[in-house]
């Protein structure tokens, strides 16, 4: 993706600084977008690698390779750095790239703080990383940082939340960034209805992150006034309450979720019809049913702590707002389904990975109703079933969607296409490895198993066999993407600027690969 | 053929023949309360529900993708909307929501009735136990992982419970609605066993309550089912539902073992008899953070061996035990350590006192051993 053209930005009066200094000073929304991608690869690989150490030590019975205190921190930062560093920076990447070539904007409203907003990343990841290596190891109270167990934690808990605290800011600033662009610098004759699917469901995102995010903010300051200055907001002992914890980081932590699946529906949304060769259905209804599940995230959070004992009102409450998000969830699945009817349908990697998308998640959504329903979810909360079930939403829900979006834009961001062989074979071992690895917990879950163990009881062995085996498969495939992304960005059949033969939109009429600078005068949509 | 080898061999079985084993459980287990004959019904329908509404609609998108590719011709039609279908398809689900809320709604409300139970048993949840208080019948223990750590590191053939296994587990009689009230002492654990459809947070600082009536006697497995340390994995609650009869035999020789247990408070120990009895408690009791050898895991758990407070004096000139003294820290805790005085009697405080200050490396000079009579004075 560094191949934009040299010769190009000559002709500019404002030169830009080459070599690290492009990267490091950067305010091209372009370059940024590169930045967050491959900062997310980095740290999805990190946090995969730490998934590889979980699933070592759970491949049999008894304990092989680490102790249970060192697994509890592979499971809490494989959460933590999954989350907060592969899934949204990819989204951010995405935004970056696409949103000012979708509204025919130069770049983005506020270049300095899109620098800025990235550079942040990297600070947060040392600290999260480094944690692993201060006395007593990183944090392992799981990625909820409950209290008081987060409260016992060592250092490498405050070096945790400080990351935190870095993200949050990134965060905030790069939602503030993309409202602004998205709201002032769209080109003339594009009004709000008129926008790509994908700039809505940002749109929606980036309020869900201005709301959410300080409320995590407060929540995990709280936690360290807690630790380290006499406070007792979680310490019963003192007049606290732990169960406070858990109703402010879940009142964060459930659009949280969204934030992490809208993109990805945005990205779903942009594929499905240019394979299809047909106009998204609904599109209306796809706002509209953006927008009410953003809502709606805000009201179900404590679907997360039905086991701590609520009162039946609240416990009523929680299961019927939770259940009334699958029907606009719903909506969006019969939308692309309708999209997909009648049309005329090819199916390249982008599709493949589109369509695995839309059938893995409404599995995740169907075994999401099942712990809805709270009297099931009693037995289910904290089994591998919930492990099956989020990683069925976020990853055959947000990263795969992450996939086909590269391979969808790819072209347009290196000028080659990407080898669709390969590309293809990427797609099989990932969802076929996918599927090997998670189906199973459904079955251990349901059979008893709790999450978040280093051993279990010898009934749960074969299918954790069987699922350890699908991660290693899972884990190499993705080496595999990697291998794909560099040949393309190194070469390749040259990339029209149109890419694929049903692709509408702005961002299809600049050149592959999109110029340094585009629509430095903007263009006009009817 | 090595044992690796036959399970990767089982498992690869597995994935051709769909399981008919009878190890693979595919399913939540057989349910022995009348609450979790419920759940276990609405997870059925639920199941069906979704079954249903999967092979409907991709049903539809399988027979679009097969029938409307470009590579047979099929030209794309150009409709964006459709109204009525949209109206359709909102409304649908929210029809089959409500079937499923309304028996839902229902377990619920029979699930948070705790009233009229027969009998209540407090359940305090600790790194990484389970304290079991019998209210009115003066009947307490404790209940311990009783797996070997042999097993677990692979050294010793695993047994048929493993990890599923506790040296004292919960008696209750069957038929008797049982009321469980919980809480916890140090950070949240929850209480869980499948069978009966329980599953409640253990809170420290607040006690919550649900409960259980067990139609069927025999013994259910469950585990802890909320992160709370290292130990985790390693606290299951084993719950044994018998005759009436048999529970009220049970309770006698409980209490009778906690007053026997009492009693050797008032004589006086020898230093042989309190390192054996001393050596018991801590592998039990101690091990599983100051580790077997006393090193310990720095920083989170410091090691015993060489401690201060191990090889320095107890009592003061007074004749009273110091602050942040031995007896101090076993009585009353500190930060993760526990305070044992709720968990262990006089001998046993007495004993793995002695033990940790003559044995793992250490040789106290000052207050060498420690009797039970000191400890009861102590409290």
Request: hydrophobic content about 50%.
């Amino acid at each position: 993706m560094s191949t934009t053209t040299a010769a190009h930005h000559d002709d500019h009066a404002h030169g830009h600084p080459t070599g690290l200094m492009r990267w490091v000073k950067s305010t091209n929304h372009k370059d940024i977008g590169t930045m967050y991608l491959w900062f997310s690869f980095t740290m999805f690989m990190f946090a995969g690698a730490l998934a590889m150490g979980i699933r070592a030590e759970l491949f049999q019975p008894g304990l092989q390779f680490v102790q249970p205190e060192v697994f509890n921190q592979l499971t809490t930062l494989h959460g933590l750095i999954m989350i907060f560093g592969a899934i949204m920076p990819a989204f951010v990447g995405f935004a970056n790239w696409q949103i000012p070539l979708m509204i025919g904007a130069p770049d983005m409203a506020f270049p300095r703080l899109n620098n800025q907003s990235f550079w942040l990343l990297i600070p947060a990841a040392i600290l999260l990383v480094a944690s692993f290596f201060v006395p007593g190891g990183a944090a392992a109270g799981g990625w909820t940082m409950y209290p008081p167990l987060s409260v016992q934690g060592g250092m490498s808990v405050d070096m945790t939340i400080f990351a935190i605290h870095i993200l949050g800011i990134s965060s905030i600033v790069g939602s503030i960034n993309i409202i602004t662009t998205i709201l002032n610098m769209r080109a003339p004759g594009m009004t709000l209805m008129k926008m790509p699917m994908f700039v809505w469901t940002w749109l929606i995102t980036a309020y869900l992150l201005i709301a959410a995010m300080p409320v995590l903010a407060g929540a995990v300051t709280m936690l360290i006034t807690d630790r380290h200055f006499g406070t007792h907001f979680f310490n019963a002992a003192g007049g606290g309450d732990p169960v406070l914890f858990q109703h402010v980081f879940w009142f964060f932590g459930h659009p949280e979720v969204y934030i992490m699946i809208l993109p990805a529906f945005g990205i779903l949304s942009t594929i499905i019809p240019t394979f299809a060769r047909k106009p998204l259905f609904g599109y209306a209804s796809m706002v509209y049913a953006t927008a009410a599940i953003a809502v709606l995230s805000f009201v179900v959070w404590a679907h997360h702590m039905f086991t701590t004992g609520m009162p039946v009102a609240g416990q009523l409450f929680f299961m019927y707002s939770t259940m009334l998000i699958s029907v606009p969830t719903g909506v969006k699945v019969f939308n692309w389904l309708a999209t997909m009817w009648r049309g005329s349908m090819t199916f390249e990697t982008p599709m493949l990975f589109s369509i695995a998308v839309v059938f893995l998640f409404t599995i995740g959504g169907f075994s999401g109703l099942v712990c809805a329903i709270l009297p099931v979810d009693i037995q289910l909360q904290d089994t591998y079933y919930v492990v099956a079930h989020f990683h069925y939403v976020l990853f055959s829900g947000a990263a795969m969607s992450i996939m086909g979006g590269v391979y969808y834009w790819l072209p347009k961001w290196t000028g080659h296409m990407y080898d669709e062989t390969l590309g293809k074979w990427h797609f099989w071992t990932t969802t076929i490895a996918f599927n090997v690895t998670f189906f199973p917990m459904h079955f251990t879950g349901l059979a008893g198993m709790p999450r978040r163990i280093p051993d279990y009881s010898q009934q749960f062995a074969e299918f954790n066999m069987i699922s350890s085996l699908g991660a290693f498969a899972l884990g190499i495939s993705q080496l595999l993407f990697l291998y794909v992304v560099i040949k393309c960005i190194k070469g390749g059949k040259k990339a029209t600027n149109q890419v694929w033969e049903g692709a509408h939109g702005l961002e299809w009429t600049v050149a592959s690969p999109a110029p340094f600078h585009t629509f430095e005068t903007p263009p006009q949509v009817k | 053929m090595n044992k690796k080898a036959i399970h990767f061999l089982s498992a690869l079985s597995l994935l051709i023949s769909g399981g008919a084993d009878a190890a693979y459980e595919l399913n939540l287990k057989s349910p022995v309360t009348e609450i979790a004959g419920q759940i276990y019904d609405l997870h059925m329908l639920i199941v069906y529900i979704c079954l249903g509404i999967f092979v409907v609609v991709f049903g539809i998108m399988f027979y679009s993708l097969y029938k409307h590719r470009k590579s047979v011709g099929h030209q794309a039609a150009q409709f964006h909307e459709h109204h009525t279908l949209e109206i359709i398809w909102t409304i649908i689900p929210a029809v089959i929501l409500l079937a499923i809320a309304f028996p839902a709604t229902k377990t619920i409300f029979a699930m948070k009735d705790t009233s009229a139970a027969d009998m209540s048993v407090k359940v305090t949840g600790y790194q990484w136990k389970w304290e079991y208080d019998y209210l009115d019948k003066n009947v307490k223990f404790i209940s311990n992982l009783s797996t070997s750590q042999d097993q677990i590191d692979n050294k010793e053939e695993k047994g048929e419970n493993y990890l599923l296994e506790v040296d004292n587990p919960m008696v209750v009689p069957v038929g008797k609605k049982v009321r469980v009230i919980l809480t916890a002492s140090d950070v949240i654990h929850a209480w869980w066993v499948p069978e009966f459809g329980v599953k409640q947070d253990a809170i420290p600082g607040f006690i919550k309550e649900t409960w259980f009536k067990a139609d069927k006697e025999g013994t259910y497995r469950g585990q802890c089912a909320e992160l709370c340390g290292k130990a985790h994995g390693f606290m299951p609650i084993v719950v044994e539902v018998v005759s009436e009869e048999k529970y009220n035999t049970w309770l006698v020789a409980k209490a009778e073992e906690a007053a026997a247990g009492a009693a050797g408070a008032d004589k006086e120990w020898t230093k042989e008899d309190l390192l054996a009895k001393g050596k018991t408690v801590y592998e039990k009791n101690c091990a599983v953070c100051h580790q077997a050898n006393g090193a310990g895991l720095p920083p989170a758990f410091p090691a015993i061996t060489g401690s201060k407070i191990a090889l320095g004096a107890i009592f003061g000139p007074d004749g009273k035990y110091m602050p942040d003294s031995h007896i101090d820290r076993l009585l009353n805790g500190k930060g993760v350590m526990p305070a044992w005085k709720a968990l262990l009697n006089d001998v046993e405080i007495a004993s793995v006192i002695t033990y940790t200050r003559q044995a793992l490396g250490n040789a106290a000079t000052v207050d060498p051993i420690v009797q039970p009579a000191q400890i009861k004075a102590a409290r």
